[in-house]
């Protein structure tokens, strides 16, 4: 089955080192995203990408990076952590033909900066 | 700019109770709108969805309905069991994949 896998699940980390967490998918989507949720925010838009060498920043951009080489891959990195960017990570895809744009959520990855 | 406002929990419910979770959005022109539900670690996954005025949308015993007039899709099931315990999100989406969520509300059903 076609899927949408994240990693680390769980990361800890200090101020100021990089961190990348990665996002694979096996459906062939040209759509991906990132989101970070918090309480009492729900999901924030933080980078998305509609195919390859596409980004574009989101709602909560400030202090991440994403690339895309490639169909399947949309890593999300933290240039220097900071304590404010403890959160949980979700990345999600879809498809570029669909009529209305439901999302495939990975598992999500927990970070922790200490 | 658009947003989803929806009810506060935790909301704590007995077995077979009625289940209402209000949500209230505001957008320019006509979202599709979307319930998503998160189980206890896991990611988000698709609940139900309408895409236009007054359609109702269904799965696994919870309904919605997108009411124009009063900008609401409130999610109900008439009858919870202890499995239906989770965090569920209201979201819209209004311009190519600008999906945008509500804060959540987490449901706990007591047996």
């Known amino acids: 089955d076609a899927e949408i896998t994240q990693s680390p699940r769980h990361k800890i980390t200090e101020t100021g080192r990089q961190v990348t967490l990665a996002c694979h998918q096996t459906w062939n989507h040209n759509n991906m995203f990132w989101y970070r949720q918090d309480l009492g925010h729900g999901l924030r838009l933080i980078h998305y990408s509609y195919g390859v060498q596409d980004t574009n920043k989101g709602e909560v951009s400030d202090g991440y990076s994403v690339s895309r080489s490639n169909t399947e891959d949309l890593p999300l990195t933290l240039e220097s952590a900071a304590s404010s960017q403890t959160s949980v990570y979700f990345c999600?895809?879809?498809?570029?033909?669909?009529?209305?744009?439901?999302?495939?959520f990975g598992e999500g990855s927990r970070l922790t900066v200490l | 700019g658009d947003s989803v406002t929806q009810m506060e929990g935790p909301v704590t419910l007995s077995e077979e109770a009625f289940l209402t979770i209000n949500c209230t959005y505001t957008a320019t022109g006509y979202p599709s709108l979307f319930w998503y539900v998160q189980y206890p670690g896991e990611g988000l996954q698709l609940l139900l969805k309408?895409?236009?005025?007054?359609d109702k949308g269904s799965n696994k015993g919870f309904e919605a309905t997108y009411r124009k007039e009063t900008t609401s899709f409130h999610l109900e099931k008439g009858s919870v069991q202890v499995s239906d315990s989770a965090v569920y999100f209201c979201?819209?989406?209004?311009?190519?994949?600008?999906?945008?969520f509500g804060a959540g509300t987490r449901l706990t059903v007591k047996p």
């Open positions: 999600a895809s879809n498809d570029e033909g669909a009529l209305t744009g439901e999302l495939f």
């Open positions: 309408a895409t236009k005025a007054d």
């Open positions: 979201a819209l989406e209004n311009n190519n994949n600008d999906m945008r």
